[in-house]
């Protein structure tokens, strides 16, 4: 079943919600209650019928020609690559992009902060998901000190005007953050010490960012404050639970893109005829052993 996108307001002269978050985030206080354990047989058949949206959402994209900037932000370990992994692993790389910039260079440092950002929003038919975005410099950026707290203040008053600028150009800009409660947060970041294949997704930022806490809990409500706002509001996902955080993700990703089924040709395989043995090479090629 195709998903419609809800309705938001997006008049004109709409002011950024700030009395309110997204929703209420609780750090400390009694966790939200989940169900029981999501089987790894119910979590394929759900992500499967996703897919098939996922790549419906991806035909009716190119063919309308519509453009898509997705924001994933959270704190480190809250599973942010994974669930762009789950969006992406069955749709084309050339309609869904994943942008994850590296540390800015001198030279981009030097430029108007948004600037590195502007060369890779989406064109007409593409879906853009941002691993982390402008929304550094309200994150990790101010928490570390890599910006001055008046950069910071600035960047919280201006980012509501460039959204609305980048969504005033018809593009449809949703903005996910990735809740993690902290003993969680800690479970996942020791295994990736344990662990040989996770070990390169801990950097030394994350270790020096690991006992701030506190301080990213105050810039993400700062960061809340003052750009969920009517146009591009800030969606939360708890994300405790890996499987439900990825269907869920995907569930309302679906919900916010207007998307129908788009024309297409019945595909029918021709005929093919090969002779006997001509499948077969006679030049001495190199073989990979199969030692499996």
């Known amino acids: 079943m195709v998903m419609q996108r809800e309705k938001k307001s997006t008049r004109n002269g709409a ?5 309110k978050g997204p929703e209420e985030v609780q750090d400390n206080a009694t966790p ?40 994933f932000e959270g704190r480190d370990g809250a599973g942010k690559g994974g669930t762009i992994k789950a969006i992406t692993e069955r749709v084309s790389p050339r309609v869904f992009r994943v942008i994850a910039l590296p540390a800015p ?13 502007f060369g890779h ?64 947060q800690t479970r996942r970041l020791k295994g ?8 390169w997704k801990l950097s030394p930022m994350d270790l020096k960012s690991y006992n701030r806490w506190d301080d990213y809990t105050r810039a993400r409500d700062d960061m809340f404050k003052a750009s969920d706002s009517a146009w591009a509001p800030w969606f939360v996902v708890r994300s405790d639970d890996k499987k439900r955080a990825r269907l869920n993700m995907i569930r309302h990703l679906l919900s916010q893109i207007p ?6 040709e019945k595909v029918k395989l021709p005929k093919r005829h090969i002779k006997s043995g001509s499948h077969e090479t006679s030049y001495p090629v190199k073989y990979v052993p199969e030692v499996y």
């Open 32 to 71: 939200h209650a989940e169900p029981g354990p999501l089987s790894t047989k119910a979590y394929d058949k759900a992500m499967k019928e996703l897919h098939v949206e996922l790549v419906k959402l991806q035909e009716w994209v190119k063919h309308a020609g519509l453009k898509v900037c997705i924001v």
């Open 192 to 199: 990736r010490i344990e662990d040989g294949r996770k070990i």
């Open 259 to 264: 998307y129908e089924e788009a024309p297409r």
């Open 15 to 19: 002011e950024p919600v700030a009395s």
């Open 105 to 117: 260079t001198e030279r981009e440092k030097s430029q108007m902060y948004f600037q590195r950002y």
């Open 121 to 184: 929003m989406p064109a007409a038919g593409e879906i853009i998901i941002f691993d982390r975005s402008w929304y550094n410099r309200a994150g990790v950026e101010r928490v570390m000190g890599f910006c001055t707290e008046e950069q910071a203040k600035g960047f919280l008053q201006g980012v509501p005007l460039v959204e609305r600028a980048i969504v005033d150009s018809g593009v449809i800009l949703l903005k996910y953050w990735l809740e993690v409660n902290p003993d969680e």
